[in-house]
């Protein structure tokens, strides 16, 4: 500040001064505030404490005082309360601090970090710019122009970076000076002396450090370095000086370009229900007030997601292993006790250069469907899991489709083409196709004759021993318990017993065959007859002989049927085994005709003479 010429106003009237020494050194930038930008607090460090002064201007005349107040986020501090002078700390500590000297002042409670520095001036001048404290960004600052002599004072004049802003002889002015604003304040005074003259003073250039409503966000994540898969909560930190508690801050939350959750929100805290691993995504958060309207955007920060490698991998099927059934699908289901992140699933059979699929998702386990398993799927599978960090195998398990028994086929196997009573025959039942154990039974007129297992598959047989009623219609039954089945019918005829006396002719036995039809012939009051032997004592050339046959009634027949005549045959009312041999006669012998007469060529009736012969 300097003076001017102008007449000192306690001289006589007409008497003059030269221009009144300058006090103080030479003109030099008055800083209002000494505010240092907040810094970047740690997470879940205490909200600054608040300096307030008392007047609210924190520039004055030398010799006056100001009192120093803390205040948190609660209240006023009265006690307990830590005050520096230019980072010096003073005994003194009530809630209250009286000052009469110039420097940086700070404080702190014991719910409250350190406040930021401010700068408190005892200026000698004779006019003063005072600004308003404290000063917060978009907010209103009051500026006065003070001089030692006010009532002297005619008009103030304002100036911002040399222009003019504002005039007026006793009020003050409004300014909203913007956070880190470099602009330059000062303010002039002026009046008259006696005589007329005029004189002006100016004020020490000012520049006003704005403090900032809300400092800009810093985006944290809670757990710090969270797993794979679980929950996160990120929270955009930020505070409000206790002063400007009535203003309400709104949070939105980014992941690279895109807003996360419901947009702008009241909360500073957002909830990720499950956190990923996605390579370099970014975070960040934004905070705003509405009135003034101020948004501010924190740093973009990386979160670091801890993955955890897959482990005990492991194969299951739906139906479980022994349980699938040919033609059924068959569900492969791999599982993972341990792993995050995005999971790949393979499956695999062994022999099989291609895998049978695969599939990537954000889950613990996943399945794969075959359709219509056939027998030759069997096979051993394996699955394999790999979530970046390499692939991990499960155990190989084997599985094997039961197959239902196919319709079996019953083989008669006799020692001769034609069976007979007191012969050993083989019943022979087996299905082609089916899963073992098989269990055969028999029947014979759907009435069961036995069972026999075949434990490691094929077929199962029986043996009867032949009597006159084991003639009828024989079947078998396959079993495995997936699939019952019946085979056709087979028909097995049996003739009567062969005699002891008359042995056969040597020969090959007959093959063992299937039989699908009667053999033999079947009259309505007889069983089935059929040829019981044939060259009965053959070597004699001069022998001729026939058939032999058994002819029984059935219950119920007429006692006198009437015979019946084959050529070849000779039938008896009662049962019987009959046995006929013709010598060959001479031609010329004349009994010859007489036998041919009487027999008709021995067709019907037994020739007396020659079955006395015989």
């Known amino acids: 500040m300097f003076c001017e010429h102008r007449w000192d106003r306690s001289l006589a009237f007409g008497e003059t001064v030269?221009?009144?020494?300058?006090?103080?050194?030479?003109?030099?930038?008055?800083?209002?505030?000494?505010?240092?930008?907040?810094?970047?607090?740690?997470?879940?460090?205490?909200?600054?404490?608040?300096?307030?002064?008392?007047?609210?201007?924190?520039?004055?005349?030398?010799?006056?005082?100001?009192?120093?107040?803390?205040?948190?986020?609660?209240?006023?501090?009265?006690?307990?309360?830590?005050?520096?002078?230019?980072?010096?700390?003073l005994r003194k500590q009530s809630g209250r601090l009286q000052i009469s000297k110039s420097g940086h002042y700070r404080c702190k409670t014991q719910r409250s970090s350190l406040s930021d520095p401010v700068h408190v001036q005892f200026l000698p001048d004779w006019l003063v710019l005072q600004a308003s404290h404290p000063a917060f960004e978009r907010d209103k600052v009051v500026l006065r122009c003070r001089g030692k002599e006010e009532e002297d004072i005619m008009e103030r004049t304002y100036y911002k970076n040399e222009?003019?802003?504002?005039?007026?002889?006793?009020?003050?002015?409004?300014?909203?000076?913007?956070?880190?604003?470099?602009?330059?304040?000062?303010?002039?005074?002026?009046?008259?002396?006696?005589?007329?003259?005029?004189?002006?003073?100016?004020?020490?250039?000012?520049?006003?450090?704005?403090?900032?409503?809300?400092?800009?966000?810093?985006?944290?994540?809670?757990?710090?370095?969270?797993?794979?898969?679980?929950?996160?909560?990120?929270?955009?930190?930020?505070?409000?000086?206790?002063?400007?508690?009535h203003t309400r801050l709104q949070f939105c939350f980014f992941k690279e370009h895109r807003a996360l959750g419901a947009g702008w929100s009241n909360s500073p805290e957002l909830q990720i229900p499950t956190m990923w691993s996605e390579g370099a995504a970014s975070y960040w958060c934004q905070a705003r007030t509405v009135i003034p309207r101020i948004l501010k955007t924190s740093p973009r920060s990386q979160i670091r997601v801890h993955r955890v490698p897959v482990s005990d991998v492991n194969l299951e099927t739906q139906p479980p292993v022994g349980q699938l059934i040919e033609g059924e699908d068959l569900v492969l289901i791999c599982s993972v006790a341990a792993g995050t992140g995005t999971v790949t699933f393979s499956w695999h059979r062994e022999g099989s250069e291609r895998s049978l699929g695969r599939k990537t998702?954000?889950?613990?386990?996943?399945?794969?469907?075959?359709?219509?398993?056939?027998?030759?799927?069997?096979?051993?599978?394996?699955?394999?899991?790999?979530?970046?960090?390499?692939?991990?195998?499960?155990?190989?398990?084997?599985?094997?489709?039961?197959?239902p028994a196919s319709r079996p086929v019953l083989t008669v196997r006799t020692p001769r083409a034609q069976a007979v009573?007191?012969?050993?025959?083989?019943?022979?039942?087996?299905?082609?196709?089916?899963?073992?154990?098989?269990?055969?039974?028999?029947?014979r007129e759907d009435v069961p004759l036995g069972s026999s297992s075949a434990p490691s598959g094929?077929?199962?047989?029986?043996?009867?021993?032949?009597?006159?009623?084991?003639?009828?219609?024989?079947?078998c039954e396959a079993n495995n318990g997936l699939r019952v089945q019946r085979s056709k019918m087979v028909s097995l005829s049996i003739t009567g017993a062969?005699?002891?006396?008359?042995?056969?002719?040597?020969?090959?036995?007959?093959?063992?065959?299937?039989?699908h039809s009667p053999r033999g012939l079947s009259r309505p009051a007889l069983m089935e007859l059929q040829p019981?032997?044939?060259?009965?004592?053959?070597?004699?050339?001069?022998?001729?002989?026939?058939?032999?046959?058994?002819?029984?009634?059935?219950e119920g027949s007429p006692a006198h049927s009437p015979r019946t005549h084959q050529k070849g045959e000779v039938f008896h009312q009662e049962p019987?085994?009959?046995?006929?041999?013709?010598?060959?006669?001479?031609?010329?012998?004349?009994?010859?005709?007489?036998?041919?007469?009487?027999?008709?060529?021995?067709?019907?009736?037994?020739?007396t003479s020659l079955a006395s012969d015989h």
Not at 183 to 204: H, P, Q
Not at 535 to 540: A, C, E, Q, T, Y
Request: proline fraction near 11%.
């Open 421 to 443: 009573e007191g012969d050993v025959v083989e019943l022979h039942c087996e299905a082609q196709r089916g899963s073992p154990p098989i269990l055969y039974r028999f029947y």
């Open 458 to 475: 094929g077929g199962a047989s029986l043996n009867l021993s032949l009597t006159a009623e084991h003639s009828g219609n024989y079947s």
């Open 576 to 607: 019987a085994i009959v046995y006929s041999e013709v010598k060959r006669a001479d031609p010329y012998d004349p009994a010859r005709q007489d036998c041919e007469e009487a027999a008709e060529g021995y067709e019907n009736v037994p020739c």
């Open 18 to 89: 030269f221009p009144c020494p300058r006090p103080g050194p030479a003109p030099m930038l008055l800083w209002l505030l000494l505010i240092l930008a907040p810094g970047r607090q740690p997470a879940g460090a205490l909200p600054k404490a608040l300096l307030l002064l008392k007047p609210p201007w924190s520039t004055a005349f030398e010799g006056e005082t100001v009192t120093l107040f803390c205040k948190d986020h609660h209240s006023l501090a009265w006690e307990y309360v830590s005050w520096y002078h230019n980072e010096t700390p």
């Open 498 to 515: 062969i005699p002891r006396n008359i042995g056969s002719v040597p020969g090959p036995d007959p093959p063992a065959q299937a039989l």
């Open 361 to 403: 998702q954000n889950a613990l386990s996943a399945e794969l469907r075959i359709a219509s398993v056939r027998e030759q799927d069997a096979g051993r599978y394996y699955c394999a899991a790999d979530n970046l960090d390499g692939p991990v195998l499960s155990k190989r398990i084997r599985i094997t489709p039961r197959v």
């Open 532 to 554: 019981l032997y044939s060259n009965v004592s053959p070597g004699d050339d001069d022998l001729v002989y026939s058939q032999i046959w058994i002819r029984q009634h059935r």
């Open 163 to 245: 222009e003019k802003i504002g005039s007026s002889y006793n009020s003050n002015i409004t300014v909203y000076p913007a956070f880190n604003d470099d602009s330059t304040y000062r303010c002039t005074a002026s009046g008259m002396y006696i005589l007329g003259m005029s004189w002006t003073e100016t004020s020490r250039p000012l520049k006003i450090q704005v403090q900032e409503l809300f400092p800009s966000p810093v985006l944290t994540a809670s757990p710090s370095w969270p797993i794979e898969g679980s929950p996160v909560t990120l929270t955009c930190e930020t505070w409000l000086p206790p002063l400007t508690s």
